[in-house]
């Protein structure tokens, strides 16, 4: 049986019963709910790596690199975050072609229930966005930036200080997103530092008004993880934090969908660190 609809996720997002396992007989009816929906959400799966893999792969592209392929855990000694606490963000968004899709995988949760990740949906955002403030950032373009301190994760990387060698990039504040043809409000917390041809205090007053919208506890759908979980959502439609930490053992497995080059992400050298 293919994939079947078992509810809506509240705030935006579908709940989905499916054997992941089976993706590969069903991707184009996955594309299309992925692209009605921006987030699926699938409970009790068992998926190795490579399963994974061809699942996001009938979604969009893998790239084979350990920064769109990894664990986000704080038992791994391969793990990327820990308990780090991680603000809003878009992967990648610091590089001309941010990820396309995230999915996250849950192999071990010792705290069910006590552990989550935080989603916002900038396309939803956007339509809430007054007439006005909407004509008024149209035209706008914003720089992003990799978080280089801790203080950045938790709250926005400045471009103060920021080193001349990192990773940057300008993208509209109101961008298309291609995995759901929609336009979406591109402005993540983390990463952007500020909108271009304002003065440093006119961008954060403009970026705070924006990111009211956005991450409003009204367009935020906070996922509870349980073992077996697999989510999956649109990196530039949507923007993702880290929740409530828990105190047990989290493992999650992580595969990105990303049209960019390998020589893209290994260009970032020293400023690796799987945050992102």
């Known amino acids: 049986m293919g994939p079947q ?3 809506k996720v509240v705030p935006f997002g579908a709940l ?3 054997d992941l396992r089976q993706s590969p007989e069903w991707g184009e009816e996955l594309r299309r ?31 084979d690199h350990f920064s769109m392929i990894n664990y986000v855990s704080n038992n ?37 229930g006590n552990t989550s990740t935080k989603l916002a949906n900038g396309i939803l955002a956007l339509e809430r966005l007054p007439t006005s403030l909407r004509r008024r950032i149209d ?13 950045a994760f938790a709250d926005r990387q400045k471009l103060d200080d920021y080193p001349e060698s990192a990773p940057r990039a300008v993208h509209p504040v109101v ?16 990463n952007t530092a500020l909108i271009l041809g304002m003065t440093e205090a006119e961008s954060g007053e403009l970026l705070e008004e924006l990111q009211g919208y956005l991450y409003d506890p009204d367009n935020v759908y906070d996922h509870f993880w349980n073992e077996g979980d697999v989510i999956i959502w649109s990196n530039i439609g949507l923007h993702h934090a880290r929740g409530r930490h828990g105190g ?15 020589e893209m992400y290994e260009s970032m050298g020293g400023f690796r660190s799987g945050k992102q």
């Open 5 to 7: 609809l078992l509810d």
């Open 16 to 18: 989905v019963d499916f």
């Open 33 to 63: 709910l992925f692209g009605q929906y921006g987030l699926l959400v699938f409970r009790g799966q068992q998926l190795t790596q490579a399963e994974q893999i061809a699942f996001v792969g009938e979604i969009g592209p893998v790239l």
């Open 76 to 112: 791994r000694a391969d793990g990327y975050l820990g308990d780090s606490e991680l603000n809003f963000h878009s992967d990648a968004s610091f590089y001309e072609s941010p990820a396309l899709a995230i999915s996250l995988h849950a192999l071990e949760v010792e705290e069910a």
């Open 139 to 151: 035209s706008l373009s914003a720089l992003h930036l990799f978080a280089v301190t801790d203080a």
């Open 175 to 190: 961008m298309r997103d291609p995995m759901t043809a929609k336009e979406t409000l591109y402005v993540p917390r983390v």
């Open 248 to 262: 047990g053992v989290r493992t999650l497995q992580r595969v990105c969908s990303s049209d960019a080059s390998f």
